[in-house]
């Protein structure tokens, strides 16, 4: 069993950061991957980024491209999500979640979820 715990969510202006954090704990950590995704109210939960947990290979949404960067810390069991430039349209409630295998966009591919964080962007 892993349980996922984000932090590092909260209230920002837009054009500004936050840096969001997801700290595993269990057993046995060794994921294919880390990624992190968003729900907005009455909105699909979408793929914002992810990064293998071995070779730290990055994938992201267009959407984030440019502005967002997930790095991870193995020693640490965490995972980060540094946001810049911040949209009002980045509102949502983040996860962070542990990735079974290939494809890397698809929910339906994370076992583990955390809990979430909200991040609300103001314009």
């Known amino acids: 069993q892993v349980q996922l715990v984000e932090s590092g969510g909260g209230l920002v202006q837009a054009g500004g950061s936050l840096r969001l954090s997801c700290a595993a704990s269990g057993r046995t950590f060794n994921p294919y991957a880390m990624g992190w995704f968003r729900q907005a109210p009455g909105e699909e939960r979408d793929f914002v980024a992810a990064i293998t947990w071995s070779s730290g290979s990055t994938f992201y949404a267009d959407s984030v491209k440019g502005r967002f960067t997930i790095s991870r810390d193995n020693a640490k069991n965490t995972v980060y999500l540094q946001m810049n430039s911040a949209k009002p349209e980045d509102t949502a409630v983040y996860y962070c979640?542990?990735?079974?295998?290939?494809?890397?966009?698809?929910?339906?591919?994370?076992?583990?979820w955390g809990q979430g964080t909200q991040v609300t962007v103001s314009s």
């Open positions: 979640a542990t990735n079974l295998g290939r494809p890397l966009t698809t929910p339906s591919r994370y076992n583990y």
